[in-house]
């Protein structure tokens, strides 16, 4: 049995010990008693571990190199270009980026990780590679995989049977691109397929959706629509949706209502979607976010994720959520010090109730004893500084711990 001290657990005041036995929480609390083992956290910020619900592992890196630049910076030529160049993919060059994705995201305190997954591909490369490295991995990070067409669910051939197939070899989650489709109608019934199809699985359902700038892309509307009439909603996810950022305040305000009915999930990805919207605009150039907040303050649920890594889309990322949480704040109008405070379950809890491995998450007794520690000693100094990750504890064992950085050289003034 071992015990951490001295823990400023996140949203939990009247804790400051985690008692672990066995890999899992066997109490949190006060005073919780003798152990074989005491770790003094010297009132660290204790969270969940961050969770990263949006990332394309089999897409990593692919944008480094002489010639891979997307020189357009929009979503369309990131298609074209990783088209090309998948056809000389293996699944030993798969595993290589995504295993160095998976190091780099973990060793910034991600412990679970939704990963779309390219099944536009007769051979299945990229699905296979991940199924492997998802059990290779599982004592490290929590994988979850999305049989996604990004070519197409009709533009590219054959895509229906490849999604089937990959949710026969053991794909998560179900995914789609009905903005990508040849036409509304095209979109439209692109979902109503991948949902019967899900439903027909039982799997989760996550779509790229309405990742554009017109206000009038409306897939948002049908996904919605589809997984209400067959009470799908907690299972499925809605990832981008920037054009819901940009559409008509009347008719988002319907939209609300739908969604509390539907309880619908939300994913946005700050850092890219800032980065591949408002290509078309002039000025005013438009942020490429969905509605965070008002999702939020409608009673869905909305994750921020990093969605790629130097890849045809986006030339940065490492996997730091801090990153990706700051920009985001920036960018949805977090401003007031109670909003700021509650901002780590953007990327901790929400993503793991998007993911459904809530019942496993979380520092409560019984469930696995995983948590990470900041270098800070609140949630509000630990977004201001963004503060980095010291330790990640899987199971009850640090994965890693690192200590704080700290000047070599000091003038006396920063001593
Ligand atoms: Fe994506």
Redesign the pocket.
């Known amino acids: 049995m071992k015990k951490f001290i001295n823990a400023r657990i996140y949203g939990q005041d009247e804790a400051d010990e985690m008692l672990v036995e066995d890999g899992n929480f066997k109490a949190v609390g006060k005073n919780l008693g003798d152990a074989d083992e005491v770790i003094d956290l010297e009132n660290q910020l204790v969270l969940s571990p961050y969770v990263d619900p949006?990332?394309?592992l089999d897409y990593i890196f692919s944008g480094l190199g002489e010639g891979n630049a997307n020189i357009s910076g929009t979503l369309f030529e990131g298609i074209q270009r990783w088209s090309d160049n998948k056809k000389t993919l293996t699944k030993e060059m798969v595993r290589e980026r995504a295993m160095e994705g998976i190091r780099k995201e973990v060793s910034h305190g991600v412990q679970y990780i939704r990963s779309?997954v390219d099944i536009t591909d007769p051979e299945l490369t990229g699905m296979k590679a991940l199924l492997e490295v998802r059990e290779e991995l599982k004592e490290v990070v929590t994988l979850q995989l999305v049989a996604?067409p990004q070519e197409g669910f009709f533009r590219f051939e054959g895509a229906e049977e490849l999604l089937e197939k990959a949710l026969d070899m053991g794909a998560d989650v179900a995914g789609g691109i009905p903005h990508f489709e040849i036409s509304y109608e095209h979109g439209a019934e692109s979902l109503k397929r991948i949902v019967d199809l899900a439903v027909k699985y039982d799997v989760m359902i996550d779509i790229?959706c309405d990742?554009n700038d017109d206000p009038n892309s409306r897939f948002l509307e049908v996904l919605n629509a589809l997984v209400m009439e067959k009470d799908y909603g907690q299972k499925t996810t809605a990832?981008?949706t920037c054009s819901f950022g940009s559409a008509d305040n009347s008719y988002a305000a319907k939209m609300m209502g739908l969604f509390k009915e539907s309880n619908i999930n939300f994913i946005s990805?700050p850092t890219?979607n800032a980065h591949l919207q408002g290509r078309t605009d002039s000025y005013p150039k438009r942020r490429g976010l969905t509605r965070v907040k008002e999702l939020l303050e409608n009673g869905n649920t909305v994750a921020f994720?990093q969605?790629?890594i130097a890849d045809y889309?986006y030339p940065l990322g490492n996997g730091n959520m801090m990153n990706i949480l700051d920009n985001g704040i920036h960018l949805a109008h977090y401003t007031h010090i109670d909003e700021i405070n509650k901002a780590f379950d953007l990327v901790t809890i929400n993503g793991a109730k998007v993911m459904q491995v809530e019942e496993q998450y979380g520092i409560e007794s019984d469930k696995p004893a995983n948590f990470i520690v900041l270098d800070a000693n609140d949630a509000y100094g630990a977004i201001r500084e963004r503060a980095d990750v010291l330790a990640s504890v899987r199971n009850g064992e640090y994965l890693f711990k690192r200590a704080p950085k700290t000047n070599e050289i000091a003038h006396d003034f920063l001593k």
Do not use: M, N, R
Request: charged share 20%; glycine share 0%; with cysteine.
């Open positions: 949006h990332l394309h779309h996604f790229h990742e990832s981008h990805c890219e994720a969605d790629s889309w």
